[in-house]
């Protein structure tokens, strides 16, 4: 069994992205957002995504929508669907993802957007293969 007070581990993580847990179905990701920044619009093809917000405040742009967003806050991002998450505060926006099927390696952490932004086009930030 994996168990994880999650609000606890995505608040202690200061890296833009950490992958918690990866199943053959599924994946858990924690993300802090500084502020300022942003995820960077990108639609996953053939994902589905669920963010829930654990603190800060920003905006949500989904399929040409903008929502305000703020911890307890949940966004579902269908497959196909152009997306992106803004921190718009002082702090940094802090949350956990789940990808159906996973969309990162097993493992993977990037300090930064722009480590993340390098691996993935590197292609060294491939789910794995079932």
Known sequence: MEHFT????????????R??????HTQL???????NGEIGEEVH?????????VSGVGEARVS?????????DLVVVPAGRK???VNTGPNPLVLYTIYGPP?????AVHKTKEEADRLE??????PPSS
């Open 83 to 85: 997306h992106n998450f």
């Open 19 to 24: 992958v918690l847990w990866t199943g053959d």
């Open 103 to 107: 969309d990162h390696a097993e493992g």
């Open 29 to 35: 990701v924690i993300m802090t957002i500084p502020p």
């Open 64 to 72: 040409g929508q903008t929502r305000k967003i703020a911890a307890g």
């Open 121 to 126: 086009e590197a292609g060294k930030d491939e």
């Open 6 to 17: 999650i609000a606890t581990e995505a608040e202690k993580s200061p890296d833009f992205r």
């Open 45 to 53: 093809e053939d994902t589905d995504q669920i963010l829930t917000f």
